[in-house]
């Protein structure tokens, strides 16, 4: 075997096994290794999905780095980046005894803006005790930050409010004008990927980057070789948020709040200007008022139904942004930021004008995102593939995707249209290395009502309540619902467990809490069905209450529902099951995280054995023994708790 193949090098007798603690030599790892070495020297595409446990991280750095080829990894969130860069990408270069320059690019939220941080501090007679103090700590912590990364000050709470006022967002920096733009934080992070070998981004920044090409920097991301997306399965979703537009209230305050402080640097003392300002911020919380009280996403169409003067109201907005941007042309003069709040105001203008003018195309669906006290109107386009097979059609680059979940029952072609990837990608599974038939009992309770029926969730928590008995804890309980998952935890609480309810404190706590103390049961809504690892046996049982379907009402859902249903194609079998399959496998992938795990899967739903679709969920899990019999997984999971090994 040749020294510098993948396969001696991930094998028994390779470097990782002689100098990596608790290194195993996986064959899936080793395959998949091979074929991405493959995949990257004739520039292919590969959709490769990794059962949990295959190793996929080093099976695809391993090849990419001994390629010396300019590589971009993606990966699904800010911590999975800091792993790769922190951890993964130094161990794989100390171990090949490889030098590579190797980046690690966040959004621009992330980095201290020095120009806003300087107009923050001249009209600090807004700011309040609290923040005051914490823009002296981001003032004082400034100089001596190399990277200028935010999330190192960790004297200032992560949701402090001081921190949207010192970074920096695409409408307010000024770019190439910048008096700070040397300095600047957000340069040099970029500056520093375009000269690397290895570049770590996150899937936002990525489509961010796609999307929105010309944000005073010219191209955010190098042109690569090779690009890697990690949790692929995520790509979809992400990518439909940056490819559609959006026009909110909150774009129209921050630049009322931006122009006054502008004014305040750069006096152009047009007394109409910050009066336009405050008159403008009135009619934008207006137009909020009159979406109502409640927090929701709701069609356009629906709206206007709901309150027909909203176009009316809209063009109010539109008429007060255009009397602003014409204040602010003449009041640009007097600046470089009064300048750039003058091109902010007009591309809001217009945007603004243009949703009062025009209903949607048909290509998109509009839809209205309402806060508490903020709105913020969308376009999603409603087929995503078509916009993505151009990011997706560069010949020249090797693109690999990989994720513990990109198939359906073996079959990519979901996914594939999904992302809009021509037929050629090259497709493989590696199965996980863990006996999920010996590890683990897949549980569907019998005589569970239909989750439609009101006496579900009664029945729900009398199902469940002598399983987390059994196990004495030690379970994350995973709802379709924060409404279920409320009514659950009220009547969990008169049990002596320790309840750990998702939003009581971080998620980082409160798995910390979960490992630490005895008895706990983890309550979660979607946010604990991906990305979160416990190994070990702190967790011994997953709760599912119901087949993970989106809401057929969600305003983006139900206009892709019936643009296929016009099409001829059948929205439930090839968009509803498919997407509910892929959460369904995340949920129940918490579960068996290491060789030595045991523990039940537990799914409350009746229709897993009752409909025809519920098959396609069944095949898409792994291969568990599966039960109906409540006592035989009670034992098992009492003898789990005892810290025995029960067969
Ligand atoms: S160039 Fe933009 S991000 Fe950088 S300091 Fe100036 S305004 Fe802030």
């Not at 203008?349 to 995102?369: I, P």
Request: aromatic share 8%; with cysteine; net charge negative.
């Amino acid at each position: 075997m040749e020294s510098d193949s993948v396969a001696y090098i991930l094998g028994e007798d390779g470097p990782f096994s002689k100098r990596v603690d608790n290194y195993t030599t996986r064959a899936a790892q080793v395959e998949m290794a091979a074929a991405i070495e493959e995949t990257i020297a004739q520039k292919q595409t590969l959709l490769a999905e990794s059962g949990t446990g295959t190793g996929k991280t080093f099976a695809y750095l391993v090849p990419a780095l001994l390629s010396g080829k300019k590589t971009l990894v993606s990966t699904g969130t800010k911590h999975l980046q800091e792993q790769l860069y922190h951890r993964d990408i130094p161990k794989v270069l100390e171990t090949l005894g490889l030098n590579a320059k190797v980046s690690l690019l966040k959004g621009r939220s992330n980095y201290l803006c020095l120009h806003r941080m300087s107009l923050a501090r001249g009209s600090s007679r807004r700011l309040d005790s609290v923040q005051l103090a914490e823009l002296e700590a981001v003032n004082n912590w400034a100089p001596k930050s190399s990277r200028g990364d935010i999330g190192d000050l960790t004297e200032v709470p992560e949701d402090s409010r001081i921190w949207p006022q010192v970074t920096s967002t695409i409408d307010n920096c000024i770019g190439q004008d910048c008096s700070f733009f040397e300095d600047c934080f957000v340069n040099k992070a970029r500056k520093a990927a375009m000269a690397s070998d290895v570049v770590v981004v996150n899937h936002h920044l990525f489509f961010a980057d796609k999307a929105l090409k010309n944000d005073g920097f010219g191209a955010l991301l190098p042109d690569v070789d090779t690009v890697i997306f990690d949790e692929a399965h995520q790509i979809p979703d992400i990518a439909s948020n940056f490819l559609g537009t959006s026009f909110s209230s909150w774009q129209v305050m921050e630049l009322c709040n931006d122009t006054r402080a502008a004014e305040l640097k750069e006096k152009s003392l047009i007394s109409k200007l910050v009066l336009t300002a405050d008159e403008l911020d009135k009619v934008t919380a207006d137009y909020r008022l009159s979406l109502g009280l409640n927090e929701r996403r709701v069609s356009w169409v629906d709206l206007l139904d709901e309150i027909p003067n909203l176009p009316k109201k809209l063009t109010m907005l539109a008429n007060k942004l255009t009397e602003f941007s014409d204040v602010l042309e003449q009041a640009s003069v007097a600046g470089e930021g009064l300048t750039r709040c003058y091109e902010r105001a007009l591309e809001l203008s217009q945007a603004c004008q243009r949703l009062a003018d025009e209903t949607d195309d048909g290509d998109v669906v509009r839809w209205v995102e309402v806060a508490r006290r903020t709105f913020r109107v969308h376009e999603t386009p409603l087929n995503i593939g078509g916009e993505l097979s151009h990011y997706f059609g560069n010949k020249l680059q090797a693109r690999i995707f990989t994720s513990a979940t990109l198939s359906i029952d073996g079959d990519f072609s979901h996914f594939q249209q999904l992302i809009g990837l021509q037929d050629d990608a090259v497709q493989r599974t590696w199965e996980s290395p863990f006996d999920y038939f010996n590890q683990a009992v897949l549980y569907v309770p019998e005589g569970m009502p239909q989750p439609k029926e009101d006496s579900f969730t009664d029945a729900l928590f009398e199902e469940v309540l002598p399983i987390l008995q059994a196990s004495n804890g030690g379970v994350f309980v995973l709802f379709t619902s924060f409404r279920i998952l409320q009514g659950f935890a009220e009547k969990l609480a008169e049990f002596d467990f320790n309840v750990l309810t998702q939003g009581d404190t971080s998620k980082r706590e409160l798995l910390a809490d979960f490992v630490a103390k005895p008895r706990s049961v983890l309550l979660g809504t979607m946010s604990f069905w991906e990305g979160v690892d416990v190994p070990g046996d702190a967790l011994r049982c997953v709760i599912i209450d119901k087949l993970p379907f989106e809401s057929p009402f969600d305003p983006v859902i139900k206009a892709r529902l019936n643009a296929m249903q016009a099409e001829g194609n059948n929205p439930f079998m090839n968009y509803q099951v498919p997407r509910a399959v892929i959460t369904l496998r995340q949920g129940a992938g918490r579960l068996i995280r290491s060789v030595t795990d045991k523990g039940v899967l537990m799914i409350c739903d009746p229709r897993l054995r009752t409909t025809r679709y519920g098959r396609t969920f069944l095949n898409s899990l792994p291969r568990m023994r599966r039960t109906h019999d409540r006592t035989k997984v009670t034992q098992f999971l009492a003898r789990l708790a005892q810290g025995e090994s029960p067969q």
